[in-house]
């Protein structure tokens, strides 16, 4: 079994309350791109001598951290607690740069439980996937359908937003991520939550003209501040024709809307990893 565990962009975000379990909720509009890890999952012989019943390998980029505590395991773990699965081998080839904002690991975590149902005849339901998905992390629950979607709770409560599409179909999408990393906690260690006066719903179902002036992503006014180059980055990316372009999630990858493909995006951000696609 394979499948391809595509990338996201955040359509504005906005964090609007601290809640008592020390999370925060928001709202945000969440947008599927065609940058894409590999995921290949095997059914391991019962002669194999893993003690490991999920063996992963991970290629196409440096590993950070323990094997067994990345996603793709957790979600195998955590359906293992409620079915009798067998030892599987799986190879996860990254493309998706980490620590950008892009959900390249929760995207491959929902895309193992889709693989295990679709695999092992769990009979899951969209649903019930998009349960297990979200005890795995807050945009996972996205990834198991991966259509537009508009988030709020902590990222968890999707609802769709097929409107958008007419803006963004056709049109260029560009991600640049500098050699920067952005924890999660110190983003949202210093944003002050608000509702904001225009839920970002609304606003991307309006031309992407006016996104510029309406649409926001509360994390850039404080990691601008600690990392400028971000912002030099998207300044940047508006002086190459990018209609709109932000920072995705708590960064560090900025993407921006061209209406044609940006050519020049190496020569213009020499040393990064750069993307550039169709939508």
């Known amino acids: 079994m394979i499948a391809f565990p595509c990338a996201k962009i955040n359509l504005g975000l906005n964090i609007v309350a601290r809640r008592e379990d020390g999370y925060h909720n928001l709202e945000t509009v969440f947008y599927p791109i065609p940058l894409a890890d590999a995921l290949e999952v095997t059914q391991m012989d019962e002669r194999f001598p893993s003690d490991d019943p999920c063996d992963l390998k991970i290629t196409g980029s440096r590993i950070d951290g323990r094997k067994d505590e990345n996603l793709v395991c957790r979600a195998y773990r955590l359906l293992a607690e409620d079915f009798d699965l067998p030892r599987v081998h799986v190879h996860l080839c990254k493309r998706i740069p980490s620590q950008a904002g892009l959900g390249g690991g929760s995207s491959d975590a929902a895309t193992m439980i889709r693989l295990l149902n679709e695999g092992f005849d769990l009979h899951l339901s969209v649903e019930e996937m998009e349960g297990y998905a979200a005890r795995l992390g807050a945009d996972c629950a996205f990834f198991i359908t991966s259509e537009p979607a508009f988030a709020t709770g902590i990222g968890e409560r999707l609802s769709a937003v097929d409107e958008l599409q007419k803006h963004l179909r056709g049109r260029y999408v560009a991600i640049v991520k500098p050699a920067v990393a952005i924890s999660t906690r110190e983003a949202f260690a210093h944003v002050v939550p608000a509702q904001p006066e225009k ?57 921006g809307i061209f209406e044609e493909c940006p050519g020049e995006l190496k020569e213009a951000f020499p040393g990064m990893f750069t993307f550039s696609a169709v939508l």
């Open 199 to 255: 839920c970002c719903r609304e606003i991307v179902c309006e031309p992407i003209d006016r996104w510029t002036d309406e649409l926001r992503n509360d994390f850039e006014s404080s990691v601008f501040q600690l990392h400028p180059k971000l912002s030099d980055i998207k300044r940047s990316l508006y002086r190459l024709g990018a209609r709109y372009a932000q920072l995705s999630g708590s960064g560090s990858a900025l993407f």
